[in-house]
């Protein structure tokens, strides 16, 4: 299997939503926005206002929790919005939520789409 394989199958399994769709989610259900992009990025770009970064090579410690370095803002009964430049990244860290056995997983995709449709931001 190569990444686009890997990406495509990620993507068949983590339902894609739209920014406005990711704001309901995050108002009615207090969803966890998880920024997967490396903090230079986060750094150059600011953040979807209230995510948490955790880079996609730190996920899999963070969101586990019998992981020593787990974040307890990461429940499995709480819905969980991944995102990062352009949605790659996004989806293959929503596969490994849900094999990691969180219920309610989506990507929001890139950052760029968060941004553009006048989401809130904060550096």
């Not at 995709?109 to 809130?120: L, M, N, R």
């Amino acid at each position: 299997m190569n990444v686009k394989e890997m990406v495509a199958a990620a993507n068949a399994v983590v339902p894609k939503i739209s920014p406005d769709e990711a704001r309901k989610l995050m108002a009615e259900k207090n969803a966890l926005v998880v920024d997967v992009r490396d903090a230079p990025e986060v750094q150059a770009s600011g953040k979807v206002k209230g995510a948490v970064n955790v880079s996609r090579g730190m996920l899999d410690f963070r969101a586990d929790p019998e992981s020593p370095y787990h974040d307890k803002a990461f429940a499995k009964d709480r819905p969980v919005i991944v995102y990062c430049a352009s949605g790659g990244r996004a989806a293959l860290s929503g596969k490994l939520l849900k094999d990691f056995g969180y219920g309610e997983v989506y990507s929001l995709g890139g950052f760029k789409d968060w941004a553009e449709s006048g989401g809130e931001v904060e550096k």
